[in-house]
């Protein structure tokens, strides 16, 4: 065989082996598959997704992930709407200081702050409210399980009733039992927060991925609906 020809067959073998390589990175696994886990991303567009303001989406799909940053909207949200559930993604961060979040349970895509639980993500090694894993201005992570900075890290977020809890990178970093929050605008502690009346708020809603300024990525967007 002449050089140039065996030079094609590695070239075509190279480029087929990327394409199946691409494809199982999106694919479920054969026990998430038998566990009622499903897709809502399929690594290619952004069928099945929009913007919470609904304007058109500005961002395309960055090497198989969903790219937040100057998307068009506040939170880049699933059109679907979930109750109880288990989430799984992994999200990369673009540097020290990224800022984004995942949001669940958005009942009021109009303002999603007040009407919806946002997951932080978040660059540095913080353990605060507002720091990787903590359920926003309400819960801290027990510790900072986020990887350095463009590595990939996995979350998973679950969802019953009143209680949620997530964990970053195979370990849960924190939890919440909403009923728990008999006041507004206040923690069990009796410390502050900036939401309202938390407790009272529909269980039911869209999740997303928030643009707050940083340019980060997410991938593997799988979901098993617990009401099924």
Same mark, same amino acid.
């Given at each position: 065989?002449?050089?140039?020809?065996?030079?094609?067959?590695?070239?075509?073998?190279?480029?087929?082996?990327?394409?199946?390589?691409?494809?199982?990175?999106?694919?479920?696994?054969?026990?998430?598959?038998?566990?009622?886990?499903?897709?809502?991303?399929?690594?290619?567009?952004?069928?099945? =997704?929009?913007?919470?303001?609904?304007?058109?989406?500005?961002?395309?799909?960055?090497?198989?992930?969903?790219?937040?940053?100057?998307?068009?909207?506040?939170?880049?949200?699933?059109?679907?709407?979930?109750?109880?559930?288990?989430?799984?993604?992994?999200?990369?961060?673009?540097?020290?200081?990224?800022?984004?979040?995942?949001?669940?349970?958005?009942?009021?895509?109009?303002?999603?702050?007040?009407?919806?639980?946002?997951?932080?993500?978040?660059?540095?090694?913080?353990?605060?409210?507002?720091?990787?894993?903590?359920?926003? +201005?309400?819960?801290?992570?027990?510790?900072?399980?986020?990887?350095?900075?463009?590595? =990939?890290?996995?979350?998973?977020?679950?969802?019953?009733?009143?209680?949620?809890?997530?964990?970053?990178?195979?370990?849960?970093?924190?939890?919440?039992?909403?009923?728990?929050?008999?006041?507004?605008?206040?923690?069990? +502690?009796?410390?502050?927060?900036?939401?309202?009346?938390?407790?009272?708020?529909?269980?039911?809603?869209?999740?997303?991925?928030?643009?707050?300024?940083?340019?980060?990525?997410?991938?593997?967007?799988?979901?098993?609906?617990?009401?099924?």
């Amino acid at each position: 065989m002449k050089p140039i020809m065996k030079s094609l067959l590695l070239l075509a073998a190279l480029v087929q082996f990327g394409s199946l390589a691409h494809a199982q990175e999106v694919l479920l696994s054969a026990a998430e598959k038998q566990e009622g886990f499903e897709l809502l991303f399929n690594g290619k567009d952004l069928s099945g =997704w929009k913007n919470n303001n609904g304007k058109p989406i500005k961002t395309a799909v960055e090497d198989g992930a969903i790219q937040t940053y100057k998307c068009g909207g506040y939170v880049l949200m699933h059109e679907r709407q979930f109750e109880d559930f288990i989430l799984r993604c992994d999200v990369k961060l673009s540097a020290p200081k990224t800022n984004s979040g995942i949001f669940i349970r958005l009942s009021n895509p109009k303002n999603p702050v007040q009407n919806g639980f946002e997951i932080q993500v978040m660059g540095g090694s913080g353990t605060g409210r507002h720091d990787f894993g903590a359920i926003y +201005d309400l819960v801290a992570p027990s510790k900072n399980m986020g990887r350095p900075i463009g590595e =990939w890290n996995s979350v998973e977020i679950t969802c019953r009733g009143a209680k949620m809890s997530v964990r970053v990178n195979g370990e849960k970093v924190s939890e919440i039992d909403l009923d728990a929050y008999t006041e507004a605008k206040k923690r069990p +502690d009796g410390s502050k927060h900036k939401f309202g009346d938390i407790r009272n708020l529909p269980r039911r809603g869209h999740l997303g991925f928030q643009d707050h300024g940083s340019k980060v990525w997410y991938k593997n967007v799988r979901i098993k609906d617990l009401k099924k």
